[in-house]
């Protein structure tokens, strides 16, 4: 995550065009939507237009598509044919899932192109247009219900591509539906970078960071089981678990009591409830969780109750860690595990 001092920093390492900073952050410029390297050549943006990243899965994501000047999924000195060809056609069809048969259809080599990608950005080439895909989807809901409105009355802007990713992950939109029910998803940012919550007026269904791994996967098994379509939008549940995560990353709040639905099998809610036992600043390990719900013997699948967690923080699946001490793994990345551990503990102990 990004410090307020970090930011006055990177932005007159981008005013300088100072190439020491290369590599280091990502710009996205709100008023473009483009995201660039430190060293671009284009008129620099104002501060308060700047978002800054780590990384550029991270500008992807926060729906910021990649600048045509500088290039930043580029190597500076080096741009790769491959992979900028793979990036043009991406933000041709910015909605579409690629598969291996489509970089035939480029004359790409799958294998060459997927090695390029990955070592010149740490994630492959269908990650990226996932990233990309989803941050479309995304933009829609940091943009909020009443542009969308706008949008729907209008007709949408320019490239229907945009329109396609969104309800390709989301859904289509409620009008297309006919009697289907609706879910409303916010963008929450949180000191830990930006969550997703989906809810409708009773619960809240989902809570999950942005650059999650299986993200789309999950938003996807939420409309099947809900029969639902996602539009973005605040509920009564969106705003209780927003004003609660405040509270807990101030260090003033121990239990979350925004009202859930548990889209699992009777075992995963039982885990996930139990889970919620655990008080704060304390862990456990998966074979003390299943001991405790009665099924010592079930570890491995109380392990994978605990991966199928789709309300982060909330359910606090990141207290549980292996019997050695080890942190194990974290939908949302060990870092952030190591983070909440951490920022419970001082909690726990005041
Ligand atoms: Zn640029």
Known sequence: MIKTEHKQEYYQALIDKNTDYEGLFYVGVKTTGVFCRPTCPARKP??????????????????????????????????????????????????????????????????????????????????????????????????????????????????????????????????????????????????????????????????????????????ERLRQRTKSAIIPGYTQPIHSIEHELNQYFDGKLTHFLTPVCYLGSPFQQKVWEQLRQIPIGETRSYLELATTIGRPTAFRAVAQANGANQLAIMVPCHRVINSNGDLAGYGGGIARKQWLINHEKQIGNK
């Not at 990309?132 to 969308?148: L, P, T, Y």
Request: hydrophobic share 40%; proline share 4%.
């Open 46 to 219: 104002k501060f308060e237009n700047c978002e800054f990243y780590e990384t550029a899965k991270q500008a992807l994501l926060a729906s910021f598509r990649p600048c045509k000047r500088c290039r930043p999924l580029s190597h500076p000195n080096q741009v790769s044919e491959v992979v900028q060809m793979l990036v043009e056609a991406i933000e041709e069809q910015p909605e579409k899932r690629w598969k291996d048969m489509d970089f035939r259809q480029l004359s790409i080599d799958a294998s060459t192109a997927r090695r390029q990608f990955k070592k010149r950005f740490g994630m492959t080439f269908v990650e990226y247009a996932r990233a990309r895909r989803m941050g479309i989807a995304m933009k829609q809901i940091r943009a909020g219900e009443n542009v969308i409105e706008a949008q729907l009355t209008a007709g949408y802007e320019s490239s229907s591509g945009f329109r396609d990713a969104f309800s390709r992950i989301m859904g289509s939109a409620p009008s297309l539906m006919g009697s289907s029910n609706i879910l409303k998803a916010s963008w929450l940012d949180t000191p830990l970078g930006p969550m997703v919550a989906i809810a409708d007026d009773e619960a809240l269904y989902l809570l999950e960071f942005v650059d999650r791994r299986g993200l789309e996967r999950e938003v």
